[in-house]
């Protein structure tokens, strides 16, 4: 099973503005957390083809914290341990306005997880990653801005929820992350975890 | 995995009220989804320890479909040949008020989702669902007012979705379902399908 987490970094927070408003009320008290299920992961090298009725597609570079050995309730301190590996991923989603519902349509279609090699665990913190559409560098981000780091983050997830062997939980993803169309080949690249490419094809 | 839906029968939809107003702005057009992971499946006879911090849990009755093969972009008309079996089950969640965030924590908590012994198919379009706590029947719910049916429902998520064996689809739950405390015995029964029993306890 694979976890993520929207609103994880300091840019995300600022692009989305205020959240005082409804039906927010308020910046998230705890990780805002989404689900990618077995049916979305896909290798390097991938052609994701679009839902029907979809011409592009938002792509959102992050890294992944692979699971050594099942645990829960993980405090900070030590929850880096069972960290067994490290890998890049590119989290597809149909763009979509609003996060007030599960978009589970928008966030968990058919290969919408390219996902990376994966690499011996090392320290993330100051971790860039880039994204390059047809060749042109779209976005570059640094994980020096996360609001819950992975060991925060990893321990407040397994406060209620086990998680198991293999199991990955995503860092983050940008708010509003560059767009693929139909057609666009997709390269996601940080030091120390190589590069994940993949190809946006057109549905139905 | 098991994927879930909410909103999907009248009574929940008039219990709800007007969906009009932000940020619903009108009643669900597709599948309201939500997806309850591996940890939170648990047999007949379950104790179920909620969350720190929890005293008290909703619980809504619903019957899953579980899917015989793997299989994508079924049709209404045949979508019902995958089906393998059917399956009650005690879908679980903390009191939140609000479906505009993701309600991962409330809803994919360890043990959140009992489920009974799986029945060969048969027609549940009639189906009645009991649900007592401590003896005292809180719920009687029916299928027959099922806004999406098992086939609609099971054709429009696999529209984007491949479903693999042995995931099950659960058919709705009551918004607002009765709720449960700690230390409460439940049981939730229908005309064949058996029944299933689980206890809530206090978590630390």
Do not use: W
Not at 87 to 103: E, F, I, Q, T
Request: aromatic fraction near 4%; proline fraction near 6%; charged fraction near 20%.
């Amino acid at each position: 099973m694979i976890y993520g987490v929207i609103l994880n970094d300091a840019a995300s927070l600022q692009k989305i503005g205020s959240l005082d408003e409804a039906p927010y009320k308020g910046a998230p008290q705890a990780p805002v957390l989404y689900i990618k299920p077995a049916n979305t992961r896909v290798a390097d090298g991938a052609t994701v083809k679009l839902p029907d009725g979809a011409n592009s597609v938002e792509v959102a570079a992050t890294v992944g914290l692979v699971m050594g050995r099942a645990a829960a309730r993980l405090s900070p301190a030590t929850a880096l341990e069972v960290v067994g590996g490290v890998v890049l991923a590119g989290d597809l989603s149909l763009p979509h306005a609003s996060y007030y519902r599960p978009a589970i349509r928008e966030k968990c279609f058919d290969g919408s997880l390219p996902v990376g090699e994966v690499k011996p665990p090392f320290d993330l913190s100051k971790l860039v990653l880039r994204t390059e559409i047809d060749g042109q560098l779209v976005e570059e981000r640094s994980l020096a801005d996360l609001i819950r780091g992975p060991a925060r983050l990893l321990s407040d997830v397994s406060e209620f929820m086990t998680l198991n062997q293999g199991d990955v939980l995503l860092l983050g993803v940008s708010y509003m992350a560059p767009q693929a169309k139909a057609g666009s080949r997709v390269k996601i690249s940080a030091d120390g975890l190589g590069s994940l490419h993949f190809t946006i094809a057109q549905g139905a």
